[in-house]
């Protein structure tokens, strides 16, 4: 009987642990976590802290128990120290008991996930400074949240996790302050288009700062201020919100072979250059389909679908994960943002020769009550006018409207065959041209 160990228990691993059970009812799996809580969504936390998901049991989507029903052991409060992959086994720590122990394996996934990147910067211990990555994490911010009752909530950062924030904090009393060191907020969309965002949410009464340079966090007891290259900002709490670094340390000590931005790397197969060792979920890298480059795009859906394409190549099947395109959605309030594929600055970034559409229409038909903005931007290539990105942003119905440009760069489709499109419309959904079909049509 064959013996798959799993290292991590969240998206990536506890899909990993399904799969491979569906492919091989016989194998014996299982999967050491060092948290308490497994099989989260993290996705859903910052919903929680907004007090929009009442319960964390909420946010867990199955427990130890429902595993064990499905004979996967799921060892908890258990820390990897060591592979060695010599010897097929790894060295683990039971952090309850602090005893270690070896366990064997034949197949092993490192689905380890990543970290949030917490800059070296003098007072980033002080209290009153958190990181959002996981449940204990979300408890303790809401916990402060409601004891301290803060006047001055700072997000540093303004990413997905960070806008997120800012919509889930605006429920709570005091003033926020978004710093972001990019020149635009949503750094991973065009300027013209983050613009429409920031003025957004400056309008929520948040104040929004770009160009910023944290130089240090200040307080007695707990943080205070925090010192910028644009002057003090005043802070009783702070969310580092500032991207995530993988936990591929593990794997390197064994001496598996990291890609960008330090992530196991990882073929098609979720293979990594060990034997017998794959790889999953936001620990890894990538392949862009557009660029055709190895990226580090750490994303919920990837983690679970590279955790199923592992699971079931471990489990004895043959499953590939072809790789992403950037595609990605999130909220704040009632603004709706997503990107697809490449943006213009990344255009710039590939050398590759581009054509933009811009464009501003409405959700649905202009005459119906609640149509409200939506703008849209497409980028092509310019010469073959192959589809190569998308940016959305607008008032409910407009983020969704990604997927279409999603799947149009997948199947490498160009403007004009999308033009041909025959695309959903009744009044309450679109005016008669789609916005996506205006935009295309705006080239
Ligand atoms: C606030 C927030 C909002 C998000 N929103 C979205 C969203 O809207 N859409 C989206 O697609 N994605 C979103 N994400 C990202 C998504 O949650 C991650 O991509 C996903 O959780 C990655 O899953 P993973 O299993 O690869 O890694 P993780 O979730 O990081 O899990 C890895 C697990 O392995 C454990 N581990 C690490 N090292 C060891 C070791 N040595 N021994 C034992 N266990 C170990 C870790 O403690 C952790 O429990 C969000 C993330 C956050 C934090």
Redesign the pocket.
Known sequence: MSKIII???????MSAAAKARRINPNSNIIV????TYISYA??G??YFIGNNVRQIDHLLARTVEQFFAQNILVKKA???LKIEPDQNKVLIKDLQTQQKFYDHYDKLII????RPLIPELPGVNLPGIFV???ITDSLAIKAYLEKQKPAHLVIVGAG??GL?MVENLLDYPGKITLLEKSSHIIPNMDNNMAAILSNYIAKQGVEVKTDINIIAFQGQDRVEQVITNEGVVDADFVLLSTGVVP?SE?ALSAGIELGIRNAIRVNEKMETNLKNIYA????CTVKHLVTQQEAYI??????NKQ?KVAGENAAGGNSTFKGVIGT?I?RILAMEIARTGLTEKECQTADIDYIVSDIKSKTKAGYLPHANDIYVRIVAEKKHHYILGGQIIGYPGAGKRIDVLAAAITLHATIEQLIDMDLAYAPPFSPVWDPILIALNNF
Request: negative net charge; hydrophobic residues 35%; glycine residues 20%.
């Open positions: 290292i991590g228990g969240v998206a990536a691993g050491y976590s060092n948290e993290g996705c936390l910052p258990c820390q990897v689905a380890t996930g990543a959002l990555r996981n997905y996790i997120e936990n593990l999953a979920g936001d620990c750490p994303l919920g859906t990837t983690a955790g990605g999130s």
